[in-house]
């Protein structure tokens, strides 16, 4: 099972650029990269799902390099709204397993 | 993506008491899961809940302790039984859509004096 090490937490102000970097050194073929967003007193919201190179949505965007052993969430300008705990996750979609197996995650704070 | 509800939002329960969590979809969904987060803590999967049968559990706990019930693919709940201060926490529940993306519910925030 692809184990994931995030740093504890990080500190950044408003309008920079944010990148958050997931270790996972015994990702499998199969494994994909799951990101997700949570807020004080919510549940974790979905950001970002991928498997290689680079994914861009709305929210963010998800750095993959070729050997797939690490992730990078990238957060452009962020705001103080932005402030949450990170979490990312990696497992086969095919089975539950390690798709469903939240690790410490990062707590990202935004200063003004 | 599902919009997912749960009651109670929150409650106080004495210890040796039970209390049931409802977590209502919008949506028919085939997997819903149920986590537990203590404060400050990452989250943890109690089990899944299958709808027609009976939930799977994670290592360390069991169905005595946390009954689960999925009547159909829209619906669910957990009773945490005879509880004690260690039952204090936040119990989520969530749908998995088919890459297994989860969307959670709320929360409900549990404390046990």
């Known amino acids: 099972l692809a184990k994931t090490t995030q740093p504890i937490s990080m500190d950044s102000y408003e309008g920079q650029e944010v990148n958050i970097t997931c270790s996972h050194n015994n990702i499998a073929t199969n494994d994909y990269i799951t990101w997700y967003q949570q807020f004080p007193s919510q549940g974790p919201r979905f950001i970002i799902q991928g498997y290689k190179t680079k994914v861009t949505n709305e929210v963010a965007s998800l750095f993959i390099p070729a050997d797939r052993k690490s992730s990078t969430l990238s957060l452009p300008r962020v705001s103080l709204s932005d402030t949450a705990v990170y979490y990312c996750l990696v497992g086969d979609k095919n089975n539950a397993g390690n798709m469903l197996t939240f690790g410490g995650g990062t707590r990202l704070m935004v200063k003004p | 993506s599902a919009v997912i509800s749960q009651k109670p939002s929150r409650d106080i329960c004495q210890r040796g008491t039970s209390l049931t969590i409802q977590c209502q979809v919008d949506s028919q969904v085939t997997m819903m899961f149920w986590y537990r987060q203590q404060p400050g803590q990452s989250l943890t999967l109690i089990a899944t809940a299958n709808q027609g049968s009976e939930a799977t559990y994670e290592s360390g706990f069991v169905i005595d302790k946390f009954p689960i019930s999925r009547p159909n693919l829209t619906f669910s709940t957990l009773t945490v039984s005879n509880m004690s201060p260690e039952d204090s926490s936040i119990y989520l529940c969530?749908?998995?859509?088919?890459?297994?993306?989860?969307?959670f519910g709320p929360g409900t925030r549990l404390t046990v004096t």
């Open positions: 969530s749908v998995g859509q088919a890459d297994y993306e989860q969307y």
